[in-house]
């Protein structure tokens, strides 16, 4: 699976982005699709992840209430919608695939076999 991230930019304090990653496979709808990010001297940590038909979702607590992340299988594309942006957002955003079972709810970097490059996203104060 090769993924592939793309929406990243430079935006104020309290703005918006919408990130998208598009994986090339026939059977997207069988990878639970996450998003990580890191930050510059930082551990990757994990953002959101959403499972096979999009019906359940899993946010870290500090991006709660103002990211959210879907999917669209029709599409091969999984979305991470992003406001009230803070300048702690600023990171580099990866998504990855995951096609095993987790026993972290597929919160952990380990639960992924798959990896996009990586799109960077810069919030300004």
């Known amino acids: 699976v090769q993924l592939q991230a793309s929406g990243g930019g430079l935006v104020q304090t309290g703005g918006f982005l919408r990130l998208s990653c598009a994986a090339s496979?026939?059977?997207?709808?069988?990878?639970?699709m996450g998003w990580f990010r890191q930050a510059p001297g930082k551990e990757r940590e994990f953002v959101a992840r959403?499972?096979?038909?999009?019906?359940?979702?899993l946010y870290a607590d500090f991006v709660r209430g103002r990211f959210t992340i879907s999917r669209d299988n029709a599409k091969n594309t999984v979305y991470l919608e992003m406001s009230s942006l803070k300048p702690e957002d600023t990171a580099k955003y990866y998504c990855?695939?995951?096609?095993?079972?987790?026993?972290?709810?597929?919160?952990?970097?380990?639960?992924?076999?798959?990896w996009g490059q990586g799109t960077k996203v810069t919030v300004s104060s």
């Open positions: 959403v499972s096979w038909s999009g019906g359940s979702t």
């Open positions: 990855a695939a995951a096609s095993s079972a987790s026993y972290s709810g597929w919160s952990k970097k380990d639960d992924y076999a798959y």
């Open positions: 496979t026939r059977t997207f709808e069988n990878y639970v």
